[in-house]
């Protein structure tokens, strides 16, 4: 009996929408910020220029171009399907570091208020800069990290209020 092969829709630019079979595609590292693509056949070389692991979105250049890349898989496609996704509010009281690394940057003081997708840090994973955003709006409780120093996978790195 044949596996069901999982189901990626990829956005690009928020305009080009397509699926793509997950054994169509092949994303390999080809150094810390740069990635071999075989897509349906086709080759590319990709340059990751930032990551938000939450909403999984991404901005590659390839072939010289900007592209900003969302994806979704089987999960989200089917809380799209059923409507949830609108109305879901999710008030996000922690944010934590999605894998190891070293904070770069704090773009954000405690008291400041901020709307979704607001850039909040920027965490260095694996020599790639990662821009860590604000899942929703709200105000900056506390600050639990310093830049220059290292972080956990699932540390908090500030608290919103």
Do not use: C, W
């Amino acid at each position: 009996m044949a596996q069901a092969h999982e189901i990626y829709r990829i956005t690009v630019n928020g305009q080009q929408n397509f699926e793509v079979d997950g054994d169509s595609l092949d994303f390999l590292p080809s150094g810390p910020d740069t990635f071999h693509v075989l897509l349906n056949g086709k080759r590319f070389n990709a340059k990751l220029l930032q990551a938000d692991y939450h909403t999984k979105s991404f901005e590659f250049v390839i072939n010289g171009g900007v592209y900003q890349v969302v994806l979704a898989d089987a999960y989200d496609q089917l809380v799209d399907r059923l409507g949830l996704a609108k109305h879901t509010i999710t008030k996000i009281k922690e944010i934590k570091a999605p894998m190891p690394g070293l904070v770069l940057e704090i773009s954000v003081k405690e008291g400041d208020t901020v709307e979704k997708g607001q850039s909040l840090l920027i965490l260095e994973a694996m020599k790639m800069e990662n821009v860590l955003k604000s899942p929703g709006d709200g105000v900056v409780k506390r600050i639990f990290v310093d830049k220059g120093r290292p972080v956990d996978k699932n540390q908090i790195l500030l608290e919103m209020d």
